[in-house]
């Protein structure tokens, strides 16, 4: 079982950036996600990358948000830059049951335990 360690989040004010951290146990080439949740809504997928560095957004965040990894240190990152209020919720992120690459939930199998951003405008 691969164990995940967030971290990276806080309060920033609208237009500011912030990068995440995903840490992971070991090493994996399973595709790995970044997800949001906020009060009262779904799980939602935010970004993609798989183990040739693919990578896909949504739609809400384009332009805006970079996920990327180190192989070497088993880390996934977000960079997140000009941030709005509406981007305000618990980041987490993911390991896919699979290489292939999807923003929906059920097909994560391993999960960290969150890191919350603030956003205030």
């Known amino acids: 079982q691969v164990q995940l360690v967030e971290s990276g989040g806080g309060s920033v004010e609208s237009g500011g950036s912030l990068r995440l951290s995903c840490e992971a146990s070991?090493?994996?080439?399973?595709?790995m996600a970044w997800f949001r949740q906020s009060p009262g809504k779904d799980r939602e997928g935010v970004a993609t990358i798989d183990s040739t560095d693919s990578t896909t957004y949504a739609e809400s965040v384009k332009g805006r948000f970079t996920i990327s990894k180190d192989n070497a240190k088993n880390t996934l990152y977000l960079q997140m830059n000009s941030l709005k209020p509406e981007d305000t919720a618990m980041y987490y992120c993911?390991?896919?049951?699979?290489?292939?690459?999807?923003?929906?939930?059920?097909?994560?199998?391993?999960w960290g335990q969150g890191t919350q951003v603030i956003v205030s405008s």
């Open positions: 070991r090493s994996t080439n399973r595709c």
């Open positions: 993911a390991i896919a049951v699979s290489t292939a690459c999807s923003r929906g939930a059920r097909m994560y199998r391993n």
